[in-house]
């Protein structure tokens, strides 16, 4: 074996890093640890050939008469440099990354290139006996021509390299940079690569990034902004649009209470005057679903606050309890006559803030729809009462004792002061007798809230078992 080492260095260095090449696509990148270990045993097998045949990477081959042999030696000692530079940082690169994650990527790459530049060098000075400082001087008025000539290239570069010494963004924030918004999915040492709301890639050079506005959205990780601007016309007296955009706020059951939301008056033309609300959620995910949410429930409170943007109904003035009767779903199946002669059987009944308007176990004698006002719908967990769900205008209660006349199984408490109109159940009783669609209505709307309730209760956070030494301490109290 040690006769074929000598006779044939090179066969043997070649098939040592084929199967060296082999193995490392074999283990996979996951298994990092594994991979140093192996590219670091060929090593030390591939010196060990060297050494039988030889052949010192630090110095010049030594067979100058035979030029096979000479050749032989020259490829293995270039190879030495390279194969210690590699291995040199595959060793460095998996401790930079395993501390640093994926944001180390762009040092590791840089060290990297600064290792084989030096192996490459000491190649070229101790096997090939290269003038060194020669060497060096022309690399450097090269090096020169290369820099002005990539100038923007390595502009980005080094703005990638304080954008991961700073960290204003990390992957999977999400981000604007100079007005291009999306997640960032990778950080190179040229460009910032970022997910649209669209689908698309938006790839940012970093030089661009680093001069540029950025807004992370991701940081603090748990609030998030969210704002809806309305237009009403001027001629409704802002007082009374701000009331009915603070119900708003104060029915948006998604948005922190910790944090103060607030209405403002962003701008004023003489046809329309647009209004501004600000709130603050715990997941990026749910912004449009929170802002669609908010436009709606801003819609129905200005109109049950008698706000009209001229709709067309001009020609047709209904009452608020015919409005509502249209506005309800479960009433579409009546017919405009039907609904004209229910409005005037509803009874207007005014409530105040903190008044509990259905309790817990009572059974409702009518059906109630809310006009104006914000209300809280509790359930209880077996032990308290956990808020379920905000209702608003155009949204009835009650459905459970009209149908079956069972108890509520939620409290209705009032968050704000507001009206709402009862229906008695023998003025429904008619209905619901004559009119299948209005009872499939109303017990799908009790299916609902079924699924509502105990969607509520599964995420019933789970008490946690005091032990050990405070649990002994609590006990002694």
Same mark, same amino acid.
């Given at each position: ?46 010196? !060990? #050939?060297? &050494?039988?045949? +030889? /052949? $010192? ?10 030029? =096979? %042999?000479? !050749? #032989?030696? &020259?490829?293995? +000692? /270039? $190879? ?10 595959? =060793? %460095? ?6 501390? +640093? ?377």
């Amino acid at each position: 074996m040690f006769t074929f080492l000598q006779a044939h260095p090179l066969i043997c260095a070649f098939t040592l890093i084929l199967i060296e090449l082999s193995l490392w696509q074999f283990i996979g990148a996951s298994r990092r640890n594994l991979r140093v270990c192996v590219r670091t045993g060929f090593f030390v097998m591939f010196c !060990l #050939v060297m &050494t039988a045949a +030889g /052949i $010192s990477p630090l110095q010049p081959p030594l067979w100058p008469e035979d030029p =096979i %042999l000479n !050749l #032989v030696a &020259t490829v293995l +000692g /270039i $190879s030495w440099w390279l194969f210690a530079a590699r291995v040199l940082t595959v =060793i %460095l690169g998996n401790g930079l990354i395993s501390r +640093g994650g994926q944001s180390a990527r762009l040092f590791y790459d840089l060290m990297g290139g600064l290792i084989f530049l030096i192996g490459i060098v000491g190649a070229a000075a101790y096997v090939l006996q290269l003038p060194v400082k020669g060497l060096l001087a022309t690399s450097g008025a090269m090096a020169i021509i290369i820099g002005l000539a990539l100038q923007s290239t390595l502009s980005d570069v080094f703005s990638g390299i304080v954008i991961n010494t700073t960290k204003p963004y990390q992957l999977d924030d999400q981000i604007s940079i100079d007005g291009t918004q999306g997640k960032v999915v990778e950080i190179d040492w040229r460009s910032t690569h970022l997910i649209t709301d669209m689908g698309g890639m938006a790839v940012v050079p970093n030089s661009l990034a680093a001069k540029a506005r950025i807004i992370n959205f991701s940081r603090p990780g748990n609030v998030h902004g969210v704002s809806v601007i309305i237009a009403v016309p001027s001629s409704v007296r802002p007082r009374r649009v701000i009331d009915a955009l603070e119900k708003t706020l104060r029915g948006t059951q998604e948005l922190l209470p910790d944090l103060s939301a607030k209405v403002s008056v962003k701008s004023s033309q003489l046809a329309c005057t647009e209004y501004e609300l600000k709130g603050y959620i715990d997941s990026e995910k749910r912004k449009t679903e929170v802002c669609n949410l908010m436009f709606d429930l801003a819609h129905r409170h200005l109109q049950a606050a008698g706000v009209s943007w001229g709709s067309g109904q001009d020609n047709q003035p209904w009452s608020r309890q015919r409005q509502l009767l249209e506005d309800v779903r479960i009433f579409r199946s009546l017919s405009s006559e039907e609904r004209d002669q229910l409005a005037c059987e509803m009874i207007p009944v005014d409530y105040q803030a903190d008044e509990v308007i259905l309790a817990f176990g009572e059974v409702a004698d009518c059906l109630m729809i809310i006009s104006t006002g914000v209300v809280s719908v509790s359930i209880h967990d077996g032990e308290k009462l956990i808020e379920a769900v905000r209702l608003g205008p155009a949204e009835v209660m009650g459905e459970e004792g009209i149908l079956t006349a069972s108890s509520s199984r939620g409290e209705f408490r009032s968050i704000t002061s507001g009206r709402l109109f009862r229906i008695e159940k023998t003025t429904l009783d008619n209905q619901l007798e004559r009119l299948g669609d209005l009872k499939t209505a109303l017990s799908n709307l009790q299916d609902q809230r079924q699924e509502i309730r105990q969607a509520v209760v599964m995420q019933k956070p789970v008490e946690i078992k005091k032990s050990g030494l405070l649990h002994w301490l609590l006990q002694r109290k």
